[in-house]
């Protein structure tokens, strides 16, 4: 009776713990500007979810920078460190057997490279939510364009630091065309075939 | 329709997350010398609630070392930091409504008075894996102590560097003397009411 020589036979597989929860498990990234909608849709896509018995997990802004990586500041190293650990968190949550949930600006491609390949890509959603910079503005709920445009933030994604589009998507939405409900069947309907057992 | 002007509203509730799984959520840590048996128990453990339908995750030197802190080192800084990130990504288990268990040798009482702190003393049991160090090190699985002894490895906890027994654990198991499945049934037995809804 040592550490690791009973691992093996004492892991739960992935199938038990899909059998558990009667749902297999998934990595659904949203990403896309600042006010863009993207916590929007993944906490209403959550309630959604929840209510069909789906076991859900969000991360985002909320419980990953004050948290774990409360460390890191916004320089382009730490952004990349700051997505990397996210997907750390996120592969582990999806090993866990949960829907995963995750909204991050994550502007570059290569860092979403980076975090499909983390995750596993046949167990990753990649929403843009692509809603027009302009109505991202206008919204502007934290006051971040209004200082980036005065600038007093430097990098800041959409006005001095580049955002490159998804280029293969499973799914695109505009919060500022769309309706919330809409959004949100548009996703299940997508994800409801990977979820089934 | 922005990114947080809803977010209280979506979100979802413990309580919700418990009832969805019938328990509700804790963090069971385990810590001890290398070699005490500590993923040996978590991972008995861990098969004894999934046979239960408890909804469960195990973190380990396997899925974190790997992954979230393949960036961290030994030295006294990256020990730290190892268990704060994984404090963190534990914290989120929990968070999430699942029964995390950790099995990480945690050697000194303020990495673990911060782990605490971290997720809560409330729903954090800590459970001391007192095997004596002979046995420890007449297993041996990895060659360590015959490593450290040869001077390959510094600071190897209970060797040449320090093992600060926790002052008052929730449960203490000694796998040289308790068969596994009777220290499974104690810890069972210890957390049953604290699950319960």
Redesign the interface.
């Known amino acids: 009776?040592?550490?690791?020589?009973?691992?093996q036979?004492?892991?739960?597989s992935e199938e038990?713990?899909a059998q558990?929860?009667d749902h297999k498990s998934l990595m659904i990234w949203f990403t896309g500007l600042?006010?863009?909608?993207?916590?929007?849709v993944a906490?209403?896509l959550?309630?959604y979810l929840?209510g069909k018995?789906i076991?859900?997990?969000?991360?985002d802004g909320?419980?990953i920078r004050l948290?774990?990586n409360a460390d890191l500041g916004f320089s382009t190293e730490d952004r990349t460190e700051n997505l990397?650990?996210i997907g750390?968190?996120g592969?582990?949550?999806v090993?866990?057997?949960?829907v995963c949930l995750a909204?991050f600006v994550s502007p570059l491609n290569h860092d979403r490279a980076a975090l499909k390949e983390?995750i596993g890509k046949e167990r990753f959603i990649e929403i843009f939510v692509d809603t027009p910079i302009e109505v991202c503005e206008a919204?502007d709920?934290?006051g971040l364009y209004a200082k980036a445009r005065r600038g007093e933030i430097k990098d800041f994604t959409g006005v001095n630091a580049p955002f490159e589009a998804p280029e293969h998507p499973d799914l695109v939405i505009d919060?500022s065309i769309e309706e919330?409900a809409a959004s949100v069947e548009r996703i299940y309907k997508f994800i409801q075939n990977k979820l089934s057992l």
């Open positions: 009776m040592t550490d690791n020589v009973f691992h036979d004492f892991a739960i038990q713990r558990l929860k600042s006010g863009s909608g993207k916590s929007t906490n209403a959550e309630q929840v018995k076991h859900t997990f969000t991360l909320d419980n948290g774990i990397r650990r750390h968190v592969k582990l949550m090993d866990a057997g949960l909204a983390i919204r709920v934290k919060t919330l």
